[in-house]
């Protein structure tokens, strides 16, 4: 299975922040990385899809990028809606595996 | 609106049998795959497994595919989870989501929780 996993585990920040959260893949995934966010009691919502794809809806303080092993989820302003945990999916090969996910909170 | 609705969780004995049911709504459901996903009580997310649009092929994880059966029946919008001899680890709340070719998993349901204990 192909393993993925965040950095950082929890992040704090502060309204209007730049936040990067980081997702490597134990191997390449080609385009196939989604980015969710989570909110306490809701179900994951989709923000980016195939690396650099927005949901449509989704705010456009969040952005996706990276290739291969190695991907970035950026809010570039952060808002007191986003906190949250953010986490990834692989979808390049089955099992389809997820990340454990990055808490986010306000500083 | 692209909606969900799961159900047939609850409390369950280990050993038991129990089959989730997830409703779509707002979307051609038998022009998608669906997928059913699993969160733990710690917060993992584990993918369990998926279904053709025509239901005729279905991928499982390996660890659960000896007791997980996934079926859909697409006059009715529904996908269906069944497990069998359930165990402590699979409490948990699923999901159902869906794919359409390389879009995949981009809505999801609210969730079933299900809780095995004695």
Known sequence: DIQMTHSPSFLSASVGDRVTINCKASQNINKYLNWYQQKLGEAPKLLIYNIDNLQMGIPSRFSGSGSGTDFTLTISSLQPEDVATYFCLQHDSRPFTFGAGTKLELK | ?118
């Open chain 2, 1 to 118: 609106e692209v909606q969900f609705v799961e159900s047939g969780g609850g409390l369950v004995q280990p050993g038991a049998f129990l089959k989730l049911s997830c409703v779509a709504s707002g979307f051609t459901f038998s022009d998608y795959w669906m997928s059913w996903v699993r969160q733990t009580p710690g917060k993992t997310m584990e993918w369990i497994g998926d279904i053709k649009y025509d239901g005729s092929y279905t991928v499982y994880a390996p660890s659960l595919k000896n007791r997980f059966t996934i079926s859909r029946d697409n006059a009715k919008s529904t996908l269906y989870l069944q497990m069998s001899n359930v165990r402590s680890e699979d409490t948990a709340t699923y999901y159902c989501s869906r794919s359409y070719y390389s879009v995949r998993l981009d809505y999801w349901g609210q969730g079933a929780m299900v809780t095995v204990s004695s």
